[in-house]
Structures are given as C-alpha cells and as structure tokens.
C-alpha cells in the first residue's frame, strides 16, 4: 500500500475565539476559544488519522510554537517530520461572531526560509519515499520561498515516481500546475480566474476542469463550497451534490477532501467510493468548530447522503 506525506511550508497554530457582537475599534470579550495545529497539509494528516489511515506530516517548524505543534500531532499518533528553521511558527487567530454570524482571520506571516533549507528538505524527502507513495503539496508559502516553489517540488517528485497532489492558489498553484502533478484541487474561483472566464453552472466547472484534464494533470476535483464539487479525469467526470448539515466551522473543509481522496487513493477504492468518503469527509469536518477532524463514526453516518451525477 503506498504511504502518504503531507507537506506544509507555511504552518501555524490556529486559535479559534468565539466573540459575540465582535466589532472593530472596541473591546472585545472572548467567551470560548481552543487551539490545533494548523496549516493545510497538517489538516489533511489530521483527517487521515481520524478515517483510520496514516501518513507523515513535514512541516516548517520554528520556536516554540514549532515544538507544541509537534508535540501535539505526536500525541495524536501522527508522524512528524520537521523541518527546523530560526523564528517562531506564526498564530493564525480566527474570530467567530455567534451572533452577528461572521468568521474574521487575522494571520500572522511566520518564520522566514531560504531555498536551500527547501532543496534540502525535498532531498530529504525524495530519499524516504518509494515509487507510488502520494505525497500532498499544500497551502501557502512561507516568507523567502521561491514563486516556484511547488513547481520545482513537482517535478522532481514526479520524477522519483511519486503521486502529487497539489492544493494551493494564486501563483504557487500556477507554478505548481506547470509540472503537472497527479492531482489538484481548486475552488471555482480559483479555477475561474485561473483560465480567465466566468464558470457560472456545474456545466461549465465541468468543462474547465476536463480542459486542466487535458493539459496532461490526471485528476482535477474542483469544490464549490456548500454546491458540492466536480470531479473529473481522462476517462469521466461526475458531480458531487453537497451534503446539508449543521455548520461549525468551513476552516479546513478543502483540506478534509483532499485527505480523504488521498486516502482512497492509497486504498484502492473506487471512484464513487472515493467521492462519496470525500464529500461526506468535508461535511463531517464543517460541523466541527476550529480545524479539529471529525470521527470516522460520523463521516460513515453522511456517506449515503451523498448524491454522485455521472456528467461523462
């Protein structure tokens, strides 16, 4: 069975307050808050963990904040791989109004790197993995790293013969996209403005993901938020309806598909169970609060909720 990495180059500590009535320029009283290791390919370690599988997240990690998230993934039976830099791993404070109902992030922009602590670290990670072994490329990039960045990490993990999965935005995601990586996962607005077009209707993400299909990427899963998602390769193309459930927090829902298709992936499932585990993933994940995962327990209470249209 082929081991899955999650890489994260710009993790943090992800603090969630609840604030009811938060306003600007006032004091603002939190009434409840909590803590997790944050940071996109950290999410998805955390959401294999939870469906019963395993994987090894490398991460950027610096000070002591680098330590307790470290710590705190090791205490949940995640293997890490830290890839120690000079500084201290941001905090990411996320600020959830019950009352007036909005979600304000203020992020801090973490430690800074040098390309060549990034070439050591893909080195490294080149030398431990094996033909067939998923490795995701996730989230933004930390300050001092290269617009390439994921481009360059692509190809020469494409070329050690591994999976790539790629979930960025913006130009790290462009860059990534260039070398082709196995899988990529953007929202419809990002792979609106990526090919310059309004996508207004499921048709239309249909056919913008078959054409980044056929610009040479395997598997294109493009979400739409509480619309579901449009999953397509060479061979098919499928609509995945959403799955309507009480919300807590959508910080992380992305991650949680990726992981779970990733998981499947390494699995050997079908198709159509792997979309059904994935969306019913995101769902079970968007009813917790801050990034915490949710219980496989609840993930396999949505899994036949969980409408798949074949489009091709």
Known sequence: MPSIYTVTLNPA??????????AVDQVNRITWLRQDAGGKGINVSKVIAKLGGESTAIAVLAGQTGKWIADTLGENNIKVQAISVPGETRT?????????GTNTDINEPGPEV??????????????????????????SLPRGAAADTYGRWTRALREAGLKVYLDADGAALSAGLEQKPYFTKPNDHELSAMLGRELADVDAI????????????DTVCVSMGGNGAVYATADEVWYAGPVKVQVGSTVGAGDSVVAALAFADAQGLSTEDALRLAMATGAANVMESGTQAAERSVVDSLIEKVQLTRLR
């Not at 249909?206 to 990427?217: K, L, M, N, R, T």
């Open 206 to 217: 249909a056919a913008a993901a078959s054409e980044i299909v056929a610009g040479g990427i």
């Open 92 to 100: 990411n404070l996320k600020i959830v109004d019950t009352e007036g």
């Open 114 to 139: 040098t390309d060549t602590m990034l070439d050591q670290a893909l080195s490294d990670l080149i030398a431990k993995t094996s033909v067939g072994d998923i490795v995701v490329l996730s989230g």
């Open 13 to 22: 500590l992800d603090k969630t307050v609840q604030v009811p009535n938060f």
